[in-house]
């Protein structure tokens, strides 16, 4: 059995993975080799390396792991026929994400950019007029583990979680749940907007002006999903005309966001660079995932973790 | 039964305890009215406006609310004197500081000021080295009402929390806990030091520039409880060799900091005016503690919340 990796683990990691799984032989290299995929039984990859054509040669290949959440890159048709197995490493970024999207509603709501201005000019301004979390209400686009996992944190501070999904299934650490078609019945109640969705045909737009008119003027909407969720012209509009107090936006149509943008000096945007799942931590995740995974492969079961439904893309 | 207020609530406020306590007679003026205190049988006073001197002619006087949790500027020894039970509002300042606190934790650990810096530039930089607090130890010096508040929620991001008091005596939403006498054994363990003590004869002067040498490099450390827990020269020393690696202060030696005080220039250092407690609910909740006390006071019970032991002085 081969398993080949289109990115360099740490010595110390691809040691491990050496000892644990004696009976594979592992292949460490970057850029993809293309020789070596022909006779490589398993692929992990970023996700973002593999094309269509690759797959013609790739006879033995029968799993690809993707060490990202992410999967827009990936040849899914291709993959189907081919009846590969695909996997990713979802849940991997539910704890930085989490973090990140905690600390941006916590730096608005205590005024920590006004607080480091006053400080920037040796002003001592005790007046920085916070709001609190605590009692406010917060609507989650998307309730996978992202989503689950900062409703949780949210409800420890007291925030109201409202969960929106495709279906408006129940999900955990959501105190009421709705589907797409009622998002307008709960905007007008929510202090914090949260768009954890991925890109999938039926989230493309999802969002439009009309939705930011339904929002309170002191909300906060946050995009740390994917840029298209929303036209960023419609976007640009809503927060020209100020329907809404923040944006706070990890993702954009097109990144990086062009120099001219005016998103950069708005005062009512946060530009996150696409770095809200960034953490030292990513490719131990990432691995454990994968190693969990290879353990039930070894053993011929199919109850793999983050199988990914190639018709569904998620 | 005469109470009276050296405040003024809202107006609404004001009549809802007007309404909700018939059988008293409500004076709210500003300042504190000396001729209106001789007959006043509550006095309820944000605490920083009664002298030892009032308190000579004011014969009625059996109860004293203080309407914040600082206590430094009553005369408690004159309190004691006269038999005046003297409340306070503890307790109130637990979620807007617990929000604050956390606000300056997630906002480092996430690099939020190099990412508003790069905004202002126009420079899309994802590569800003955020660190997780999943995982990470916090240690909690003091563990009241807003310790225990901190702790809970830190508990909740997957902190371990070790709380230091007086006694060592187990506290709420603590892993372990330690006395004073133990904080150097468990210095070298956190991530995160938190001070929330107030100002006692047992707390002033607890930290020194020894502790700071016994820290990690990395560790962060936040004084939201007094300034004089540790000499002002010691603590710059300790910042300025750079023995951690930030420190948040809302509190100071001396308060506002001066304009040419070097905590407004050092990289290492955050300087918050004296203003993690601030809220919007402020008043509210201080006037829910009261009425519930009052209710208390006239039916003739004893048991009032947030009675100050007046020799202890908290």
Redesign the interface.
Known sequence: MKILFSFYPKRDQQTRLIENFPQAEFIFQKPLDEEALKTADILVTYGEDLHASHLEKADQLKWIMVASAGLEKMPLDEIAARNIILTNARGIHK??MA??I???I??I??S??L??K??RN?E???????????GSTALILGTGAIGSEVG??LQ???VHTIGCNRSGKMASSMDTIVSFGQLKEVLPDADIVISILPSTEETKHLLTYEHFQCMKPSAIFMNFGRGDVIKEEELLRALTEERIAYAVLDVFEK???H?EHPF??MHNV???????S????YVVRALEIFSENLTEWLNESNQLENIIDLKRGY
Not at 127 to 134: A, D, G, V, Y
Not at 278 to 281: C, L, P, T, V
């Open positions: 704890i930085p973090e990140s905690l600390a941006h916590l730096s709501k205590k920590l950019p607080m480091a006053n400080q040796g001592w301004s005790p007046k920085l007029n916070p709001t609190e979390l605590f949780r944190i420890a501070f007291g990144e990086p966001l120099k950069w000096k946060i530009v996150s660079p696409h770095a809200s960034h953490s030292s931590q």
